[in-house]
């Protein structure tokens, strides 16, 4: 008996020995994602201006396509359950044709300094905005700030003058952001990768080498979507210059037993395993909150993940696929309660304007193929098989948890993967895209986040 008890404790001593992760960075990924073999010539680093222009041929291109749609009757009584209702459809596309105003949203786009530069052989796009003005004695803090899929830089055009100028805006100015928000290559105005692999660390290498080269050492992130995971990397390569990560979704791919133990038995003993109420009433039951939902909600990504090229031909032939595509996720991704309405709750959290530029961005670019590859390039080989998932971010960290986000992660989940969250936040509102719907709640989040690294220049002590 007592032989049994020591091989016991023996083999839990070797297993924690054994998966004890040490702490190392992620290797930088200079890749070269251009046409052909990459030149023998040094990269050209020259960044220059970029507006976003369309033709009259592109908006008749446009108009006739959808003067020619061919659309579906819904289901009775099937409101978005089914996806988007074409009846509520018909609605976006008599708007989009006869009172969607594209030359005022280009010039709306274009308030912004927007810039181009070649790095890794292809043309990053980004735009780049400086405070109007500073006090005296004060710097401006260089925060990054990255999209997802189906979004792009335009999500941020609402919370850009809060974190810019948030005196103007009723909030503390102790704090000022220099804000650069990059379309990630394949989404919007930044060029496509022309070659297999382009992942999120690929990304990741990417935004970093554009920061360095605007000349900025040490910066923040901040990401949703493909951006958590973008800015997440970028924390794992270049921990020293990143002072610290904010991230409004912080999924966790590397599940272990403690995960799923809290899965189970975390309803019933929910400080066993470090969650909150709030945990709890937004994880179960697990089965209908998690699993089902997530069942529910991934078809898309599985279809992305495999054959991308495949739908992507159709949504690249036909604007109103592609806004019925885009749309069905702004509205099920906001509230899923929203299934419930026949015009999918779009206009309760945005307007059809912004909707509809977002949209129009996928389409004048014609980046609906490649922003879909991105998720075959990251899921090809497997959740929880890449080097990243396997490492920790000792970067401070801060979450902002909004209530309707499609998987909830609490923060005894989180700070497994974030091991230095010195934030951790329960909003009372939004969801998915939440720079877009809560471009205020998110703004004083980052603002409160900040302003706690600063204090305690917590990003001095993460070695």
């Known amino acids: 008996m007592l032989l049994e008890v020591f091989l016991v404790l023996g083999t839990v001593i070797i297993y924690f020995l054994l998966s004890k992760k040490k702490e190392e960075t992620l290797p930088f990924k200079d890749g070269w994602w251009g046409k052909g073999p990459k030149p023998d010539t040094e990269e050209d680093r020259t960044i220059w201006p970029f507006k976003v222009e369309t033709t009259e041929g592109e908006l008749s291109d446009l108009f006739r396509r959808l003067d020619q749609a061919r659309l579906t009757e819904p289901l009775e009584n099937s409101c978005f359950h089914y996806g988007t209702n074409s009846v509520y459809l018909r609605k976006v596309v008599s708007y989009w044709k006869n009172e969607f105003n594209w030359k005022k949203q280009v010039e709306i786009l274009n308030k912004y300094p927007q810039f181009k530069t070649k790095i890794q052989g292809i043309d990053i796009h980004f735009v780049h905005v400086k405070p109007p003005c500073l006090p005296e004695g004060q710097s401006a803090k260089p925060l990054l700030m990255v999209h997802g899929w189906p979004g792009s830089f335009y999500e941020f055009y609402k919370i850009i003058p809060l974190l810019t100028d948030p005196a103007s805006h009723g909030l503390s100015d102790e704090h000022i952001f220099e804000v650069i928000c990059p379309s990630i290559p394949g989404y919007g105005f930044s060029e496509a990768p022309h070659k297999k692999d382009f992942n999120s660390v690929s990304a990741a290498s990417v935004f970093y080498e554009l920061m360095l080269r605007l000349g900025f050492n040490e910066f923040y992130a901040q990401g949703g979507d493909w951006g958590w995971l973008i800015c997440t990397n970028l924390a794992q390569i270049a921990p020293t210059h990143m002072k610290g990560l904010h991230l409004n979704l912080a999924s966790v791919t590397n599940m ?184 205020e709640l998110l703004a004083e989040d980052i603002l409160q986040f900040v302003g706690k690294v600063e204090k305690e220049q917590l990003w001095r002590k993460k070695e």
Not at 267 to 295: A, N, S, T
Not at 330 to 337: G, I, K, L, M
Not at 394 to 407: K, L
């Open 256 to 439: 272990g037993f403690t995960h799923l133990l809290s899965i189970l038995l975390g309803c019933y003993l929910p400080r066993l395993f470090g969650f909150q109420d709030e945990d709890v009433r937004r994880m179960f039951p697990f089965l209908k909150k998690g699993l089902y939902r997530i069942l529910l909600e991934s078809g898309y990504a599985h279809i992305q993940a495999t054959k991308p090229d495949t739908v992507g031909c159709g949504l690249n032939d036909s604007p109103v696929g592609l806004a019925a595509y885009i749309l069905e996720k702004f509205s099920t991704w906001t509230d899923p309660e929203f299934q419930n309405l026949e015009d999918g709750g779009l206009e309760r959290k945005f307007n059809l304007d912004d909707l509809l530029t977002n949209i129009m961005i996928y389409w004048v670019s014609g980046c609906i193929v490649s922003s879909m590859r991105f998720y075959k390039e990251n899921l090809k080989k497997g959740i929880g098989a890449q080097k990243h998932e396997r490492l920790t971010v000792q970067v401070p960290t801060g979450i902002a948890s909004f209530p309707n986000e499609v998987m909830h992660t609490p923060q005894a989940w989180a700070q497994k993967k974030y091991t230095n969250i010195v934030s951790f936040h329960f909003m009372p509102r939004g969801g998915h895209f939440a720079a877009l719907e809560e471009p």
